[in-house]
Nanobody, 124 residues
């Protein structure tokens, strides 16, 4: 099971941290990723992390502003979002893949387990 939380309304330039709790095994058994879907647009990959140290990927649109992290003790994945822009407004989804836990990907088809999504709105 994958459960996200932490969405909300934030002003442009502000920060927000999303959390994703994964149950059904140890976090180290999974590669994880964050995706988002804005109104009228296709879902896109934002960031992902394998269970190896330092193996992370970011979409160009969020590089330098977002950071993904994993806390194995809490079975939780975080997405720290800084310098938020209106174009970051979307429903954010957490996803997990058990088949290849060491190598993460921003391709949706890799992930079998999805959360219900959490809304992030960036607006003044």
């Amino acid at each position: 099971q994958v459960v996200e939380s932490g969405g909300g309304l934030v002003q442009p330039g502000g920060s927000l941290t999303l959390s994703c709790v994964i149950s059904g095994g140890a976090l180290d058994d999974y590669a994880v990723a964050w995706f988002r879907q804005a109104p009228g647009k296709a879902r896109e990959g934002v960031s992902c992390a394998g269970n190896g140290d330092g193996y992370t990927l970011y979409a160009d649109s969020v590089k330098g502003r977002f950071a993904i992290s994993r806390d194995s003790a809490k079975n939780t994945v975080y997405l720290r979002m800084n310098s938020l822009k209106s174009e970051d407004t979307a429903v954010y989804y957490c996803a997990a893949d058990r088949a290849y836990p060491q190598i993460a990907s921003l391709l949706e088809d890799r992930y079998d387990y999805w959360g219900q999504g959490t809304q992030v709105t960036v607006s003044s």
